[in-house]
């Protein structure tokens, strides 16, 4: 049964408007939890020429493409559902019988199960979306300190004793300023040369705390863990956030197809380099038809399943958004869903094995 061209355009519509929905939402919510955390943790607010009508305009702008990007996908995904009715899901799956059923199995625990891997994987979004705003705060109370100290400390006209550039990693120099000497962390793009004058400004409460008017001297462990929290938390937000979508549009796919035994093998990919895909789900129907199934990037994963071949699953959903369920998972009892998508657009009739003479 060839895929029909209007489901394989509609296909292709949502993969580039997931795509502008994503890049807008992460535009969106970079700015927004910026803006946020400086408020509220910067005493007095500063914003130079300009910059809060680029920022307005950057957060509607973006804002406005990922609403958008919502709206079309919810169409889409109305359309397409539709259309794949009408075929009675049989590009992908086999007309249903006795046989799907299993007395071990409850298949509607396990097609309400794929919607709490959802709430789930959303419950993970707001843990990276803390992990960022931990990290900007980080880094606005960082700069906060360093502004407070060039500020209301005591100055002190010092020297350039070394200067220290390495080619990966930290670069700082040492000031030798009274009889005391001291490392500061260089940020900026000055030059320096031994010899040369800087002005030194101390904390008149703690003088272990130093920077000079040019270089704000940040500690570095606390910048480097803030630093790590906002490449961490915007780096895990996006993968949570598909995977959230991801599980609940096959939780809706699984509800409306059902389940259907088959037998599959689960097929690494045994290449390297960046080529290299995630495995393929090598699906056999009771009525003899195939289909190739790609496992979806997630922490339900289908190279454990490997081990053995022949294995009997249940499949369910269409196109991009199937799920491949296994009586037992790799490390306890216990079914086991991994989520996957369509490599081929069609089921396949199986081609007889040639004997050998």
């Not at 071990?104 to 803390?130: K, N, Q, Y």
């Not at 220290?164 to 300023?177: A, K, L």
């Not at 130093?210 to 630093?227: G, I, K, M, S, Y």
């Not at 895909?277 to 199934?293: E, F, K, S, W």
Request: charged residues 20%; proline residues 5%; aromatic residues 8%.
């Amino acid at each position: 049964m060839a895929l029909d061209g209007s489901l394989l355009g509609l296909l292709r519509r949502r993969a580039v408007w997931q795509a502008v929905t994503v890049t807008g939402a992460a535009v969106f919510g970079f700015f927004l939890v910026s803006l946020v955390a400086y408020l509220l943790v910067r005493k007095a607010p500063v914003f130079g020429s300009g910059e809060l009508p680029a920022l307005f305009t950057t957060l509607a702008a973006s804002a406005g493409l990922a609403v958008l990007g919502v709206f079309e996908l919810s169409f889409l995904a109305r359309r397409f559902r539709t259309a794949a009715m009408e075929q009675d899901f049989g590009s992908w799956l086999p007309p249903a019988d006795d046989a799907d059923r299993d007395r071990r199995i409850d298949f509607v625990a396990e097609t309400a199960g794929l919607r709490r891997l959802a709430r789930r994987a959303s419950a993970l979004v707001l843990v990276w979306v803390a992990l960022a705003i931990a990290g900007i705060t980080g880094q606005v109370l960082l700069d906060e300190a360093a502004a407070d100290l060039l500020a209301t400390g005591a100055r002190f006209e010092g020297v350039v004793l070394s200067v220290h550039h390495r080619s990966r990693g930290t670069y700082w120099i040492e000031v030798g300023f009274g009889a005391r000497t001291v490392r500061i962390v260089q940020t900026s793009e000055h030059r320096y040369h031994v010899g040369e004058g800087v002005t030194v400004v101390v904390d008149r409460t703690g003088p272990e705390r130093v920077r000079t008017t040019e270089e704000p001297n940040d500690d570095q462990v606390l910048l480097n863990l803030a630093v790590i929290r906002l490449v961490a938390g915007f780096g895990g937000a996006p993968f949570a956030v598909a995977a959230a979508v991801g599980w609940r549009r096959r939780a809706r796919a699984v509800a409306a197809t059902g389940w259907r035994v088959a037998t599959v093998d689960v097929v690494p990919d045994r290449t390297r380099g960046r080529n290299r895909h995630l495995p393929d789900v090598h699906v056999r129907y009771r009525d003899g038809t195939v289909i190739v199934l790609r496992a979806a990037r997630s922490l339900h994963r289908a190279k454990p399943m490997a081990v053995y071949t022949d294995r009997l699953a249940w499949i369910g959903g269409w196109g991009p958004d199937m799920v491949v369920l296994f009586p037992n998972g790799p490390y306890r009892p216990g079914p086991y869903a991994i989520p996957a998508s369509a490599r081929r657009a069609c089921r396949e009739r199986a081609q007889p094995i040639s004997p050998v003479r």
